[in-house]
């Protein structure tokens, strides 16, 4: 079954119960506690990682202890606060309860957890959703919480665009404010060079994010199920140093199967880092080989440099191994590396374990998605962040999906977005301007990014006299313009408009000729570029 953004929301009433047991049996405050939680309440929702932050003061070492209220879960921890500083968080992630080593974790990397004991009845590595009981012991002292785990939400999807002048650090902040984000039902229009932001909204998936992005690798698969026919993609870069070499070999350790009648499908290099090739090398390959052994080996005609900013972009034909990893040794000329690549689930989508995220162009093959897209996820937000700096991109139109498997969503629902939009160049649209007193009013709409401030001019010349006017409009939300503009009562003549961004002039100049009778208004002249 697939979701398309549509989502329901819960709330939850939760009854905190602190429970501190003296040595004679009374019953103790937390504030005279060794340990407390520092939260009233965890609540948490599957497939993310709860955080349950502990407040020391008289010792370094307590017991944590979490079980369900139906008896069918309890797992036993001792918690360390290393570092002495008084407070520990210990992260629990919600998609391994299976394996209690890998599923507990503390987010200081001096404080510590050793696994005592657990005992579950739960089958598979999900940590089924209802109440749980959280009890730390120290000493004598007992207090305890509650923890909910709930379904996981889908949201929606909200895109925009920022201006690419904006500071990356501001784009940080800004890429999750939620005043900026709207929804849209057409693609949007996006201005070379701004940055176009694409967020999917959904929790669930901050476990299986948490792995190093497959798409990241030296060599990521379009399909990771073993022995599947796909498409193999290195991406092979040295970012201190330029490579040279007139040889390609890449030998894998558990033998996959190349395709040789379509093995090279695309190679070249991309010297700007958005994921496509800039310069085929497909014209430079004199030969190739692969052996039964694991090997594939390309011969150019000419010595291949790939310079410290560029990246060789190599995609091929291959016939998955049927293990459930394999590692790889790459060299070019003197250049050599390793990757390990990991078969399966865990290395399936470009983000693993079923979580993929694409961008794809009805005009240009983009054979890197991770190099175009810059993504990061919030679990606060709930949110997938995206961001597409075009400033590289060619023109055209442009799609960005987002993908999560059914085996990796822990509703079992296959999960699908899609964000469209173009890139083209900055333009000014339906430019109005009419006269009202001793003023004119000027109106446009843009692709410019909401925020870009664009200069409106306004100027005449005669043998008698002489004005010019500059105001800056800053671009709304709603992608619109606008302005009052003073005009001197000694002007005659038409009055030239113009519109600029950073000096360069992206719309008129527009004669807009001034009324004979000053008071005259609703004389309008329209530009439609």
């Known amino acids: 079954m697939d979701r398309w953004g549509q989502s329901g929301q819960r709330t939850l009433f939760v009854v905190l119960c602190l429970i501190a047991a003296s040595a004679s049996g009374g019953v103790a405050t ?15 929702q599957q497939g993310d990682i709860a955080t349950i932050p502990l407040e020391f003061s008289d010792t370094e070492q307590v017991s944590l202890q979490i079980s369900s209220a139906d008896g069918n879960y309890s797992t036993t921890l001792q918690v360390r606060d290393g570092n002495g500083d008084g407070q520990v968080t210990v992260e629990l992630d919600t998609s391994k309860v299976g394996q209690p080593k890998a599923a507990y974790n503390t987010r200081g990397s001096e404080d510590s957890i050793t696994f005592t004991s657990q ?19 120290s000493g004598s002292a007992r207090i305890a919480s509650v923890m909910m785990i709930t379904e996981p939400t889908v949201y929606g999807s909200t895109s925009y665009t920022i201006s690419g002048e904006t500071p990356a650090s501001v784009v940080a902040e800004y890429r999750f404010a939620e005043n900026t984000s709207q929804n849209t039902t057409e693609p949007l229009d996006v201005a070379t060079g701004d940055l176009m932001v694409a967020n999917f909204h959904l929790s669930g998936i901050e476990s299986a994010l948490q792995s190093t992005n497959p798409g990241e690798k030296a060599v990521f698969m379009s399909d990771s199920t073993p022995g599947a026919h796909t498409e193999h993609t290195l991406q092979l870069s040295a970012p201190n140093q330029t490579v040279r070499g007139q040889s390609l070999t890449l030998d894998y350790e558990q033998t996959p199967t190349f395709h ?18 800039d310069r085929s090398l497909k014209p430079q390959v004199s030969s190739y080989k692969t052996t039964s052994s694991g090997e594939l080996s390309i011969e150019f005609s000419n010595p291949v440099v790939i310079n410290a900013s560029e990246t060789l972009l190599f995609q091929y034909s291959v016939e998955n191994s049927n293990e459930s990893e394999d590692t790889i040794q790459i060299s070019l000329g003197d250049y050599q590396m390793s990757e390990t690549i990991k078969y399966g689930l865990t290395g399936q989508g470009t983000l693993g374990a079923g979580v993929d995220l694409q961008i794809h162009s009805n005009n240009t093959q983009i054979l890197s998605p991770l190099m175009a897209i810059n993504e990061t996820y919030s679990s606060e937000a709930n949110t997938l962040s995206t961001v597409t700096n075009t400033d590289q991109l060619p023109e055209g139109a442009y799609n960005i999906s987002l993908e999560v498997d059914s085996r990796t969503y822990p509703t079992g629902e296959h999960i699908r977005f899609n964000k469209t939009f173009t890139v083209s160049q900055p333009a000014i649209h ?42 800056t409009s800053t671009v709304s939300r709603t992608g619109e313009i606008a302005t009052e503009v003073s005009i001197p009562s000694q002007a005659s003549e038409p009055v030239n408009v113009t519109i600029m961004y950073e000096g360069d002039v992206v719309a008129g100049p527009v004669e807009y000729p001034l009324p004979e009778n000053e008071t005259t208004t609703g004389s309008t002249t329209s530009l439609n570029p």
Do not use: C, M, W
């Open 30 to 44: 937390a504030q005279h506690a060794a340990v407390s939680f520092s939260n009233p309440t965890t609540v948490e």
């Open 119 to 137: 005992n579950s009845d739960v089958k598979a590595d999900l940590l089924p959703t209802g109440r749980y009981n959280l009890i730390i012991t």
């Open 260 to 277: 040789s009648r379509q093995l090279v499908r695309s190679i070249g290099i991309d010297t700007n880092s958005d994921g496509i090739i």
């Open 430 to 471: 339906n430019l109005s301007i009419s006269n009202s007193n001793n003023s004119i009013s000027v109106s446009a709409q843009t692709n410019y990014a909401a925020g870009t401030p664009l200069v409106v001019e306004a100027s005449s010349s005669t043998e008698d006299f002489q004005f010019l006017s500059r105001y």
